[in-house]
Nanobody
Framework: QVQLAQSGGGSVEAGGSLKLSCAASAYVACVAWFRQAPGTERERVGHIYRSNGIASYTGSVRGRFTITLDNANNTGYLQMSSLKPEDAGVYYC????????????????WGLGTQVSVSA
């Protein structure tokens, strides 16, 4: 069982930046980031493959958020810039140890979430 330990988050003003971390206790083939605002469904922010470092993003964050994965430390990062109030919510990282699960966007392991607040 892989455990994901999240860190980072907090409160910033609009236009500011935050960086979230997601440390996996063992090998993962991919890492994804999700967010959920009160009263809304969980939304996938983006996803990165360990094998090639290629990341994909949902349209609302593309160009502002960057996902990376440090393979040596099994740690994923979500760098958020030009934050907007609508980016606020609880951010979760998720991961899969199997490439097939990654391709299907089926994540076996989940972090506990961290709060991001953005004031106007």
């Amino acid at each position: 069982q892989v455990q994901l330990a999240q860190s980072g988050g907090g409160s910033v003003e609009a236009g500011g930046s935050l960086k979230l971390s997601c440390a996996a206790s063992a090998y993962v083939a991919c890492v994804a980031w999700f967010r959920q605002a009160p009263g809304t469904e969980r939304e996938r922010v983006g996803h990165i493959y360990r094998s090639n470092g290629i990341a994909s993003y949902t349209g609302s964050v593309r160009g502002r958020f960057t996902i990376t994965l440090d393979n040596a430390n099994n740690t994923g990062y979500l760098q958020m810039s030009s934050l907007k109030p609508e980016d606020a919510g609880v951010y979760y990282c998720a991961a899969a140890a199997d490439l097939r699960e990654c391709n299907l966007r089926q994540y076996t392991f989940w972090g506990l979430g961290t709060q991001v607040s953005v004031s106007a």
